[in-house]
């Protein structure tokens, strides 16, 4: 009896709460996220309720629309247009693929990861308001996956994370780095290249006395009388110790 009035419910309901998380795929792909792109693993295992036929849409929002998100405004439709976000939607609806492309399980080794704002060709299309299209800021934005059956939602899984995407550095800052980078590139240099000189011109000076006087004053036989000296004390000290 129970059982039966909770799938009453749920039927009445109409709608399938997934607990299901949209995630960013892992990063062993490598440039994940970009300043308009981002990558998401396919819900695979997910809505294995539905049948095949099911259409699965990506909702990309921003976030006054995710507390209130209303489902049943259709995708395609102005107010889900990719190209009106988010100055005068706060979401749009983008990637439906029927549930049979997100086979479960997946196969191993298989790619199993969806790009969110790839499409560039349809950008500023009116006409194809289901775009693809990149990102227009950082963000932060959040996804869910929804499920709609001859168009009226079934199912619909929970809201990502935030996801921001990287930001480029502004145009007006690129130059100013830049040139900071560089004065202190040049100021480097410079005083590496002064210390250079200064011990190179060291270097040669002390070669060319040296020349004169040290390496005179070693021909000059000063360490033979030393040795010799040497020699002799070392004689004189040694015929002693003979004796004795
Ligand atoms: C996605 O939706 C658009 C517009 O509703 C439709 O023209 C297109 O055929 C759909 N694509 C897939 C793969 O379901």
Known sequence: ?????LLLLATAHGLDRLPYKPTLANSSLGGLTT???FVLEQPRCVFTEMQDNTVIWLVVAVRTAVRN?????????????????PTSTPAYMTLNT????????????????????????????????????????????????LALKDSKPVAETAWSEPITLRTARQPSSIPM???????????????????????????????VFCSDICGGS?????????????YNTHHVYDQPAARL
């Open 218 to 230: 070693s021909t000059f036989s000063k360490p033979e009388a030393v040795t010799v000296r040497r």
């Open 69 to 85: 998100f209303n489902n049943s405004v259709g995708p395609g439709t102005p107010e889900r247009a990719f190209q009106k976000f």
């Open 35 to 37: 300043t308009s792109t």
């Open 177 to 207: 780095m830049g040139s900071g980078r560089s004065a202190g590139m040049i100021a480097l240099t410079s005083i590496l290249s002064i210390l250079f000189a200064i011990l190179l011109a060291g270097l040669v000076a002390m070669l």
């Open 1 to 5: 009896m129970f059982p039966l009035l």
């Open 98 to 145: 029927t549930l049979l492309n997100y086979p479960c399980p997946k196969s191993p080794g298989e790619f199993t990861v969806l790009r969110v704002g790839s499409e560039t060709g349809c950008t500023t299309d009116e006409t194809r308001p289901t775009c693809n299209g990149p990102l227009p800021g950082p963000g932060p934005y959040w996804v869910k996956f």
